[in-house]
């Protein structure tokens, strides 16, 4: 099969990234598989495994899609038109909370987490997946003296505010990976404590080698995270995971390897506690979001459709387009 990975970034991600890692793991481990890829990607990409092909947005979409692919993999571009872009078999995975109405429109829409697929009215998902192997060995032999909280944390739904809370009331270190100590972007935030250390914005051997070091990830989120890239990369360092229990965090997050709750005095009492298994912990990580497993589950719906099928019986929407911040009791 012959599948065309279409995504408006540039590719491979050097440092910080989120879709753009998913969608080239995803290609990496369709050609391990047997199959052809090839990337529409921003100028500047470029790849040892794949072809690679100019994405221009300002130019219509269909011309620029290959006549020989067999199916088309589009990433969350809300500017598409399926009735316009496309003559050829094609999907979209939503990456996001999708909250404009050309998204809608895409009966062969994927989501990444029954939880995001549940509030979009559809059954249709594929968990993300990652290439572990890039990410290098654990060192289990090391000493673990603090925690991390891996975010973007201007993001007041990331809510490292919660984080350093819970981390303050534990006792514990905690070290900030996506945020400097004095921020204005967001609003006024200084943090004097000086257990709470801050890396801002980390990426490849400094981002190891932070989490080889961590015992843990506080992450309290205040959103319906659709799924949570930092959940998995924090499990596969050993880390266990001390969040809230919303969005798809409950299905990635199980009474073995982490703690759920809405409560920082609950989240601070688990951590003091913390007895989890990191080895288990990365297991458990590596066996259910490896990028081959997430290969395998988009060559299901690629199938479906080659057959002439849909994946959703009625186009995807949103069902709660809320902005608030979910409740948290510090």
């Given at each position: 099969m012959h599948v065309l990975l279409v995504h408006n970034a540039i590719i491979p991600v050097f440092a910080y990234g989120g879709t753009e890692r998913v969608v080239w793991d995803l290609g990496k481990?369709?050609?391990?598989l047997g199959h052809k890829v090839t990337f529409l990607a921003r100028p500047g990409s470029r790849c040892d495994f794949a072809d690679v092909l100019p994405l221009d947005r300002k130019k219509p979409l269909k011309p620029q899609i290959p006549r020989h692919v067999d199916i088309v993999h589009v990433q969350t571009l809300p500017d598409f038109d399926a009735d316009t872009d496309f003559d050829l078999p094609f999907l979209m995975t939503e990456h996001g909370n999708a909250t404009t109405a050309p998204t809608h429109r895409f009966l062969n829409t994927v989501f990444i987490s029954k939880d995001q697929a549940a509030r979009h009215n559809s059954d249709q998902y594929v968990y993300n997946g990652l290439d572990w192997d890039a990410y290098g060995p654990v060192?289990?032999?090391?000493?673990?003296?603090?925690?991390?909280?891996?975010?973007?944390?201007?993001?007041?739904?990331?809510?490292?505010?919660?984080?350093?809370?819970v981390a303050r009331a534990a006792g514990e270190r905690l070290e900030v990976l996506g945020g400097r100590r004095l921020n204005f972007r967001r609003g006024f935030r200084f943090t004097p404590w000086p257990s709470i250390g801050f890396n801002g914005m980390v990426g490849g051997e400094k981002k190891s080698r932070l989490l080889n070091g961590s015992r843990g990830l506080i992450y309290p989120i205040r959103w319906t995270e659709p799924f949570g890239l930092v959940v998995i990369e924090s499990l596969y360092f050993g880390c266990p995971v001390f969040g809230t229990p919303y969005g798809s965090l409950p299905e990635l997050v199980g009474g073995e390897v982490g703690f759920l709750s809405t409560s920082a005095s609950e989240l601070a009492r688990a951590v003091r506690d913390n007895a989890f298994d990191p080895r288990r912990c990365h297991d458990y990580a590596r066996e259910s979001f490896n990028a081959t497993a997430m290969a395998r589950g988009y060559l299901e719906k690629y199938e479906i459709i080659l057959n002439g099928g849909k994946l959703n019986a009625s186009r995807p929407w949103l069902t709660d387009k809320s902005v608030d911040l979910l409740p948290w009791k510090a």
């Open positions: 481990a369709l050609v391990r060192d289990f032999a090391r000493r673990r003296d603090y925690y991390h909280f891996l975010a973007k944390a201007a993001a007041p739904e990331k809510n490292v505010r919660g984080a350093i809370d």
